[in-house]
């Protein structure tokens, strides 16, 4: 079989020569459309293969592995298997060369040989579509083409649509590439390359979470990665992910054989003896359990109402500011002050207002004092996407408000001698939540408020002045 198979060197060259072949042994397969140009050129010495015999069934399924199919989207495979098949055995003009004349007997016995070469080679769904009767070997060819080609911009859009949306999902890294690579292929035969560059952007796009490093870092190294060498990196990557699940499995089958034992170890003398590492777990758990319950208990202390005990008007004075009082907390406190019969000096939560009676709240020397005013707007957003005078107006609010307010009652408050009170109303998302996203300007504000509170309650104890923040709102 071997000898059969070997080219006809001599053949071989005139058909190089006839399909102008330079000098220096290069191979130039001609286009298409060469058929018509050289025709028009009047007679052509048209050189021919091998014998008919050499191209036999078993030599056809040796060089040509795959079957032309609808389904599979194999045709630039199949057709770049069978242009170097027929090469090899100086055949390829009777799918790409001009048309003989149709008195050449050698030719028509070659043509005969790759037309049978074909029928072996394609499947029987697209040869009941392109196969006719007297059909030459370039006749067929060309029939598989259109029918390949054929609605070319309708194909091109779902190709494009299918490649685009293409995620690796279950899918090996081997797989995935391939069915990559396979529709790059069938949009290039339609004329609509897909560049390197594009094919690993798109690679890289449609990755499975399990290779998000692997993501991150392709697009960033020096020299862009070739497709082939993005493939390369991530096949390594799901070679350590299945070794690392192999490990992990080993570990935890190793655990599991330990746990049927009980998880029970045994001293010297027969005494059973708790793992170190059990000990080790249980101190940590106790400790981070202790610390919620902690954490817990100083949330619900700062939500407990602190009232204090006996006559507000003989232990603090007669007058009582709350600012933001028209609803919610701040109108329940001053509801709740006016029944303790206090006069009020009620606010709202307009800094220019408070700063234009920041003197008269300094003369008033016996006073209760309730910062309530706050504004939480503009609520759930991202810091760079909120309107810069929405977040400075609560910046002045909550903290210069709040800050310019106490310090005007504070001069009298000492003065007097009397002491007095001040209640800063603060924001569980400051004390019991270790951050609140979308409302970090805000958190910060109260935030500000509870240690500005803690601060002055300690700076102020010995003058008699209770300052406190209640974490409720």
């Not at 449609?206 to 020096?222: E, I, K, N, V």
């Amino acid at each position: 079989m071997d000898h059969q198979l070997r080219p006809n060197n001599e053949a071989a060259a005139a058909a190089g020569a006839a399909a102008g072949a330079p000098a220096g042994g290069a191979i130039v397969i001609p286009a298409a459309g060469a058929a018509a140009g050289a025709a028009a050129g009047g007679a052509v010495v048209v050189p021919h293969g091998p014998a008919a015999a050499a191209l036999t069934i078993a030599s056809v399924r040796t060089h040509v592995p795959v079957t032309l199919e609808m389904k599979n989207h194999n045709y630039t495979k199949w057709r770049t298997f069978f242009v170097a098949f027929l090469g090899k055995f100086a055949l390829l003009l009777h799918i790409v060369g001009p048309i003989p004349p149709i008195h050449d007997a050698a030719w028509a016995q070659d043509d005969f040989a790759v037309l049978t070469a074909l029928y072996y080679s394609i499947a029987d769904d697209v040869l009941d579509i392109i196969m006719e009767p007297e059909q030459s070997a370039h006749a067929l060819w060309l029939a598989a083409e259109d029918l390949f080609r054929d609605n070319k911009e309708t194909r091109i859009i779902y190709l494009e649509t299918e490649f685009r949306s293409l995620n690796q999902g279950d899918m090996t890294v081997t797989e995935y590439c391939r069915r990559l690579k396979t529709l790059a292929d069938s949009l290039r035969d339609l004329g609509e390359p897909v560049t390197d560059r594009a094919l690993v952007l798109n690679l890289i796009r449609g990755l499975s979470p399990r290779f998000s490093t692997q993501a991150d870092l392709l697009p960033l190294q020096t020299s862009f990665p070739t497709f082939a060498r993005a493939r390369s990196a991530l096949l390594l990557a799901e070679m350590r992910h299945t070794a690392d699940s192999i490990t992990t499995n080993t570990t935890a089958l190793v655990a599991t054989s330990d746990s049927s034992s009980g998880g029970r170890s045994f001293s010297n003398n027969g005494d059973i003896a708790t793992p170190w590492w059990f000990i080790l777990r249980a101190f940590v758990g106790a400790a981070y359990v202790g610390f919620v319950a902690l954490r817990l208990l100083a949330y619900l202390w700062l939500c407990l109402p602190r009232m204090p005990k006996g006559d507000l008007r003989r232990r603090y004075g007669e007058w009582a500011v709350v600012t933001g009082p028209t609803s919610g907390i701040g109108r329940a406190m001053a509801l709740e002050l006016a029944r303790h019969g206090l006069n009020l000096v009620l606010v709202g939560r307009d800094p220019a207002i408070l700063r234009q009676i920041s003197d008269t709240i300094a003369s008033l020397s016996e006073l209760i004092v309730v910062n309530n005013a706050g504004v939480a707007e503009p609520g759930a957003v991202y810091l760079h996407e909120a309107d810069v005078e929405a977040w400075a107006r609560m910046v002045r609010v909550n903290v210069s408000a709040v800050t310019e307010v106490t310090a005007a009652v504070l001069p009298g408050m000492v003065a007097r001698g009397r002491g007095g009170a001040v209640v800063n109303i603060g924001s569980a998302a400051s004390e019991s939540i270790p951050s609140l996203p979308l409302y970090t300007m805000y958190s910060s504000t109260k935030r500000y408020v509870a240690q500005f509170s803690r601060s002055l309650h300690v700076e102020y104890a010995s003058k008699g002045i209770h300052v406190q923040c209640q974490g409720i709102k």
